[in-house]
Nanobody, 119 residues
Framework: QVQLVESGGGSVQAGDSLRLSCAPS????????VGWFRQAPGKEREFVGS????????YYGESIKGRFTVSRDNAKNTVDLQMNSLKPEDTAVYYC????????????WGQGIQVNVSS
């Protein structure tokens, strides 16, 4: 079992930056890729990006277009999502996720954290 706890959400204005953190814990979570999805009101959940805990390789969803960066903080043992130049359309619930194979088959989800971007 892997537990995922998100932090860092909130309300910001367009153009601002925000950093989300996900703290994974539990049995052998280092085997997983850990990353982020988001779900905006009335839309399907979409893949944002992830990092393979062991290799450090990162992967991103096609819609992100370079404004977001997923990284691992070894000191805090977290996977962070740095979001820059935020837009109102980035408003969503952001979920931390862990998977062994593909991001299309997530094994564990966090509870989600709200990010609101106002214009």
């Amino acid at each position: 079992q892997v537990q995922l706890v998100e932090s860092g959400g909130g309300s910001v204005q367009a153009g601002d930056s925000l950093r989300l953190s996900c703290a994974p814990s539990g049995r052998r979570f280092s085997r997983y890729a850990v990353g982020w999805f988001r779900q905006a009101p009335g839309k399907e959940r979409e893949f944002v990006g992830s990092i393979n805990w062991s290799s450090g390789n990162t992967y991103y969803g096609e819609s992100i277009k370079g404004r977001f960066t997923v990284s691992r903080d070894n000191a805090k043992n977290t996977v962070d999502l740095q979001m820059n130049s935020l837009k109102p359309e980035d408003t969503a619930v952001y979920y931390c996720a862990a998977y062994l194979g593909s991001y299309e088959d997530v094994d564990y989800w966090g509870q989600g954290i709200q990010v609101n971007v106002s214009s």
